[in-house]
């Protein structure tokens, strides 16, 4: 298998695959960050995942039966450090620092040779979740990464990321899927592709009675001024009372799902009447993403009085 396998399982992002591509090829010119950045659910985190097991590859081509990506696939490369997608990164303890911080990561990895492959990968799912001091400590390590060890960042924005860590790395960017790009790769997985994402595939790990149930809320209604009322009710509510998800409940997560149902709402009739209506949903998105915590209810109220002083009766 050659490395230009990632054009055929990456598709839609031949400008972010070309980068890909290159430093596949060319393992040693690999700089010590690349930055993945562009909306979720289109690629980034399947390209750095494909990415990652090519470069750690003994024979550099993700082949699937090498002693590297036996491991890989199994979740067991000592060479490949995934940072939790859904935790913050912190600096760490001096002297005994927790597993996924800066300085556990600097102690008790960089400083070693890698065990089984030539380079050591260092990915953060989610670049937005280092916290000010752990990213300062990481600027250092970016600054003097050893040869073998290379880190990867994926962030939906590079305004999320200070400057300074930015102008130290390659940046490569992904955009948003062409609706038929989007209908293919779902017909080649024998899945169904909704529309209400826009140019990408489902970015939320929200469970399907949930998702089902936003939807009826929703879509299945015309948004008056009563039923938004009721609306905003329910979303507030559904902080702290969500029987459909037990587990792993993510208030942030269930607030991006609804907006984006409201978008894909009023842009599917009388989008001219309603482009006031959207912008202000994009607004609350742009809040939602700085994940000010505990004024999630304080925001959703906000929007839904905008919405509803724009609505007629």
Not at 170 to 188: G, H, Q, S
Request: with cysteine; hydrophobic share 35%.
């Amino acid at each position: 298998m050659e490395a230009n396998f990632l054009l055929n399982i990456v598709e839609g992002q031949d400008e972010a695959v070309s980068y890909l591509q290159f430093y596949s090829k060319n393992p040693d010119k690999l700089p010590p960050l690349l930055i993945l950045h562009g909306p979720d659910g289109v690629g980034k985190w399947l390209a750095a995942d494909k990415f990652s097991q090519v470069i750690l590859c003994e024979n550099g081509t993700a082949c699937g039966n090498c002693q590297s990506c036996r491991m890989f696939m199994a979740q067991q490369h000592p060479d490949y450090v995934l940072f939790p997608p859904d935790k913050p990164v912190l600096i760490g303890d001096v002297k005994d620092p927790d597993v996924y911080t800066v300085r556990w990561l600097q102690s008790t990895r960089m400083q070693y040779k890698p065990h089984l492959s030539g380079k050591r990968i260092i990915l953060l799912p989610d670049a937005s979740l280092i916290q000010n001091e752990a990213e300062t400590a990481l600027l250092k390590s970016l600054e003097e990464a050893p040869f073998h060890t290379r880190f990867i960042f994926l962030v939906n924005s590079l305004s999320r990321l200070k400057e300074t860590i930015v102008s130290r790395a390659v940046t490569i960017p992904f955009n948003y899927l062409p609706r038929k790009t989007i209908e293919k790769i779902a017909a080649d997985n024998n899945d169904s592709a909704d529309l209400y994402y826009g140019g990408s595939f489902n970015p939320f790990e929200i469970p399907g009675e949930v998702e089902e149930l936003c939807r009826a809320k929703i879509l299945d209604a015309p948004l008056g001024r009563m039923h938004l009322l009721n609306l905003e009710n329910w979303i507030r509510q559904y902080k702290t009372n969500h029987p459909e998800w037990t587990e792993d409940f993510n208030y942030h997560e269930f607030l991006e799902f609804t907006s984006l149902l409201l978008i894909y709402a009023y842009t599917s009739e009388n989008y001219d009447e309603n482009t006031e209506k959207i912008e202000e949903i994009y607004r609350f998105k742009r809040y939602l993403h700085y994940k000010l915590s505990g004024l999630e209810n304080y925001l959703v109220s906000s929007l839904f009085n905008k919405l509803i002083m724009l609505t007629g009766h």
